[in-house]
């Protein structure tokens, strides 16, 4: 089975968010692909099932935990794959995925792609307060920005955003997954995803941070589906004073893994449009054994393709 290795949201390789792209050119099972994203233990694995370029390419995505039906570095990564496994001469490409089509474009940026993609729909899931804040980061009064809402986001994922007065505070926080559970419950994964005005770069506009619990907590190194959450409550929030913006945005740098997240993002007519994009470097290509333990749930069924 056919798979690459690309760093998304990355200015150089060996930086961004890790993705591994699978080609199934033969129908495979939740629980086969489910034990290859936890064997690549990536943030995110893709697995491209069909289609074709007129009619779209079926994507599902996997973290090693579970399947999601949307995040924004798989999206752009398995684009990007697909335009240079085909030798596709498009500037758009569509993905099927679990909330439905994706279209992401390209745009020539000093030589380079940059990959982009419109975010859907952002639902506002509920206010979190002070208190809740200051439980589940370990965050005191004085690092949080208690001028503007903390609120609970969801786009497929769900994140709590937080809005810190610093980047040391930024910095400083973390993730208590048991009060997380208390407070929001057991079925909704435990995930907090901060944002500062400060940066490290100063050609950057605004540093973030994601932490999350699979079997243990961990950092996301560049996250494109909270940064469609992150455009929307900039937008509702006017936290930077304007209804029109173009950013970028720095994550991973506390875990070696610097990434860089364009963000675009206005309002008309009362409606909210954010875009996310970012670059994308090529690590390794290969072909994945399926005579092994992790092929015995093949199916007869060929995946098509086109």
């Not at 940064?227 to 409550?233: R, S």
């Amino acid at each position: 089975m056919r798979f690459y290795l690309v760093d998304v949201f990355a200015e150089k390789p060996l930086a961004g968010n890790q993705l591994a792209v699978f080609f199934c050119d033969k129908a495979l099972d939740t629980a086969t692909l489910q034990a290859i994203a936890r064997e690549t233990n990536f943030s995110e694995t893709t697995f491209i099932t069909g289609g074709s370029r007129s009619a779209g390419y079926d994507v599902r995505i996997f973290t090693p935990a579970h399947e999601l039906p949307f995040a924004g570095h798989p999206v752009l990564g398995t684009a990007a794959v697909l335009m240079r496994h085909y030798n596709l001469p498009v500037s758009s490409l569509t993905l099927h995925l679990g909330v439905g089509a994706v279209t992401v474009t390209t745009v020539m940026e000093a030589g380079d792609p940059v990959y982009w993609l419109q975010g859907p729909p952002v639902d506002i899931v509920q206010t979190v307060s002070n208190e809740q804040v200051f439980e589940i980061t370990g965050a005191s009064p004085q690092d949080i920005d208690t001028g503007f809402p903390v609120q609970r986001l969801r786009v497929g994922p769900e994140f709590s955003l937080v809005p810190f007065r610093s980047l040391r505070a930024l910095d400083a926080m973390r993730l208590d997954v048991n009060a997380h559970r208390r407070h929001f419950g057991e079925a909704v994964m435990s995930e907090v995803y901060g944002v500062s005005r400060e940066a490290r770069d100063p050609q950057h506009d605004l540093s973030v941070r994601l932490l999350f619990d699979a079997g243990g907590v961990r950092e996301d190194a560049a996250t494109g589906s909270a940064a469609v959450c992150l455009g929307v409550w900039l937008l509702d929030t006017h936290y930077l004073g304007t209804t029109k913006f173009s950013l970028r945005v720095e994550q991973g740098g506390l875990i070696g893994r610097p990434s860089t997240l364009y963000l675009k993002g206005s309002t008309t007519e009362q409606r909210n449009k954010v875009s996310v994009g970012g670059r994308i470097a090529f690590i390794a290509s290969g072909e994945w054994p399926m005579n092994s333990d992790a092929g015995q749930h093949m199916t007869d069924n060929d995946a098509g393709f086109s």
